[in-house]
């Protein structure tokens, strides 16, 4: 309409900058200027941070937007992370598509989810989600506390179905305030490793198949790089398991070019997961023994790798994937120990940095753009792994403020 293209700011600002070039006036037409821009700056930082828009007879207006006029920015973006729907609102939304197979960020609240906000909440290492052996619960002192039954062992419940019904009843309570902090994760779980033994994990990555699917979703949702991205068919390939055909179709071939790229890499880090399965009928998460989908159509090639424990070993570590800065030991036991060698590596620290731009900036950030997700990754590591900062960091971006 033309009306308001009459109002556009981009074109009035236009004019007042050829003005102030032209005349002494630019002293006083700066100021309203800069006070604009810094009243702008504070509702888009709050509301990137917060989830909602900021009260117009909110305190924390004036107090962000002279933090802004001062150059403090990072401090603005504290007050904004303060209230409790950074928690209940944002750092659920950058937590909810990595904890299901559809990667949707409007899932019911689950054990996963609570653990990201827990974990944001309390200012831990991140690198814990990926490891720990502890859970968030619902606090039963809360007064808006809605669930049944008022104890941690309705979360602890063998029954993933207690679990389920025990987030779903504390959904949209103020997480913030009253989600609990307990350990162990589960009594029935030894292998214990924050978000990747969660039933929310389990439910979408372990029931069925062959435990490949959890291997290849923790890469993709954790390091943001997928089994395609990572294939490799210049590795050894003595892990490759018996069910995988050396000769798919009658060609060997194949099985060179494309099956053992993934296969390689795949299989070999699979093995964390032997002790894992998940089936709705008996519910069992963990057990003693290797579960039978580890060994299954093992006619199809005897020759190949037989799983007798829950050891791993990384083979992805050369030519693209050197890529991924890995740090440590690439090998291990179990679920915990492989969480701790994904969540150290490089990759780890940049994947949150893209998810955390993703989340605040409401866009995938450009190729242009790797060095900024670079520093984000820098500063992310640097604070000690804390999702809380990472976040603030973002919002600070001048890229995500609109300067
Ligand atoms: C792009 C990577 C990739 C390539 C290439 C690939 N696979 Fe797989 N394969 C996977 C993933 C990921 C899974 C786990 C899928 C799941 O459980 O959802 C899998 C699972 C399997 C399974 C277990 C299926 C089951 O659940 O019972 C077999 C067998 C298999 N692949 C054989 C092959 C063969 C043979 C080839 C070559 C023709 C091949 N794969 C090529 C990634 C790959």
């Excluded at 033309?2 to 102030?20: D, H, M, Q, Y």
């Excluded at 060997?252 to 399965?277: I, K, P, V």
């Amino acid at each position: 309409m033309e009306t308001n293209k009459g109002f556009s700011p981009v074109k009035v600002a236009g004019r007042l900058a050829s003005i102030c070039i032209l005349s002494l006036h630019v002293v006083f037409l700066a100021v309203p200027d800069a006070l604009a821009d810094s009243a702008s700056k504070a509702q888009r930082l709050f509301n990137r941070l917060a989830g909602y828009p900021l009260p117009l007879n909110d305190p924390r207006r004036s107090q962000m937007q002279s933090l802004i006029e001062q150059g403090r920015v990072l401090d603005a973006a504290r007050i904004a992370s303060q209230d409790d729907n950074f928690l209940n609102l944002t750092v659920r939304q950058f937590a909810a598509p990595m904890s299901n197979r559809a990667e949707s960020p409007r899932v019911p609240l689950n054990d996963f989810i609570a653990m990201f906000i827990g974990t944001t909440r309390d200012n831990r290492d991140a690198r814990e989600l990926l490891s720990g052996n502890y859970l968030y619960i619902g606090n039963s002192n809360d007064p808006s506390f809605r669930s049944s039954c008022t104890s941690p062992s309705c979360s602890y419940s063998p029954s993933p179905m207690a679990t389920q019904a025990h987030f779903t009843a504390i959904d949209r309570t103020n997480l913030a305030k009253h989600l609990l902090r307990i350990q162990p994760q589960r009594p029935d779980i030894s292998d214990a490793a924050g978000v990747l033994t969660s039933y929310a994990w389990a439910e979408s990555f372990f029931s069925a198949g062959t435990n490949r699917r959890a291997t290849a979703y923790a890469l993709q949702e954790f390091l943001c790089t997928s089994i395609q991205e990572m294939a490799d068919t210049t590795l050894s390939d003595y892990r490759v398991r018996r069910d995988v055909d050396r000769a798919p179709g009658g060609d060997a071939n194949t099985y060179q070019t494309e099956c053992r790229g993934c296969h390689t890499g795949m299989d070999g880090l699979s093995g964390a997961w032997a002790h894992f399965d998940y089936n709705p009928d008996n519910r069992i998460l963990q057990s003693a023994g290797i579960r039978g989908k580890m060994n299954q159509n093992n006619a199809v090639f005897p020759g190949g790798h037989i799983t007798v424990d829950n050891s791993w070993v990384n083979l992805f570590t050369r030519n693209q994937n050197a890529a991924l800065q890995w740090r440590g030991s690439m090998t291990g036991r179990g679920v915990s120990e492989f969480g701790t060698m994904l969540a150290n590596s490089g990759a780890f620290s940049k994947c949150m940095a893209k998810r955390a731009f993703f989340r605040i900036c409401h866009r995938e950030p450009e190729s242009s753009e790797a060095a900024l997700i670079n520093g984000l990754k820098e500063k992310f590591e640097a604070s000690g792994y804390k999702l809380r900062a990472l976040l603030e960091e973002t919002a600070t971006l001048p890229v995500c403020l609109g300067e």
